[in-house]
């Protein structure tokens, strides 16, 4: 069954540094976004994007935020200047047309040091 | 706004009880949808189900089911004979239409989450 992959599972960066989280939705899907789930809590929506642009962001998703569909496979999320309270499980998600359900991919753990 | 609320922060059964996951929420969208993820320890999110507001049909797979009560606007997870490998955090999810798309593009809002703890 196809999956959403998520790269890398594990990233560790200093504050101030700029990430890239990179994700590889499943190939028929249209519709991708980013979750963030601080430790021990729950899963937060962070940005939709269809058709090349963002359809939604949440207050979360502030202007150290951004998302890009460099070619037809990857989706990925780049936070320009780490700060502590980044850190968390990123998840990217996707889903087709037709009210079809989000499918998760493993995760990224940001560690922001 | 969208809420869900999971009122149930922990819960610890012994194997082959019965568990039920409360999930109550909130909206104002006339159509919506609500999911269950599992999230067991190795952390990835499990798609477990997922209902049409209009569709209050309980439903059963295997040893889960789901009460969906459009009444009382909740939608209760039950597990039949729990075994340790359902030990996870559940959440329970309301969607939100972004799009006029159908309904194909949504943002979940997600309840806090209720770990399950299955013991031997």
């Known amino acids: 069954e196809p999956e959403v992959t998520q790269t890398p599972s594990h990233q560790v960066t200093q504050m101030g540094q700029e990430v890239i989280l990179r994700c590889v939705p499943i190939?028929?899907?249209?519709?991708f976004y980013w979750y963030r789930q601080i430790l021990g809590q729950k899963v937060e929506f962070l940005v939709s994007?269809?058709?090349?642009?963002?359809?939604?962001k949440s207050e979360i998703f502030d202007d150290q935020f951004s998302v890009e569909r460099p070619d037809g496979s990857n989706f990925t999320l780049k936070i320009r200047s780490t700060k502590l309270e980044d850190s968390a499980m990123y998840f990217c998600?996707?889903?087709?047309?037709?009210?079809?359900?989000?499918?998760f991919g493993n995760g990224t753990r940001l560690t922001v040091t | 706004a969208q809420k869900v609320t999971q009122a149930q922060t922990e819960i610890s059964v012994v194997e082959k009880e019965d568990v039920t996951l409360d999930c109550v929420y909130e909206?104002?969208?006339?159509?919506?949808?609500l999911f269950w993820y599992k999230q067991p320890p190795s952390g990835e999110l499990v798609f477990l189900i997922r209902r049409n507001s209009f569709d209050e049909q309980n439903e059963i797979s295997g040893r889960y089911s789901w009460n969906f009560q459009k009444s009382t606007s909740s939608f209760n997870f039950t597990i039949t004979a729990s075994q340790v490998v359902d030990s996870a955090v559940y959440f329970c999810?309301?969607?939100?239409?972004?799009?006029?798309?159908?309904?194909?593009?949504?943002?979940?809002?997600f309840g806090k989450g209720t770990l399950l703890t299955v013991n031997p």
């Open positions: 999810a309301l969607s939100e239409s972004l799009l006029n798309s159908g309904g194909s593009n949504y943002k979940l809002t």
């Open positions: 994007f269809y058709n090349n642009e963002i359809s939604e």
């Open positions: 998600a996707s889903n087709y047309r037709g009210n079809s359900p989000l499918h």
């Open positions: 909206t104002r969208d006339t159509t919506y949808y």
């Open positions: 190939s028929n899907h249209l519709y």
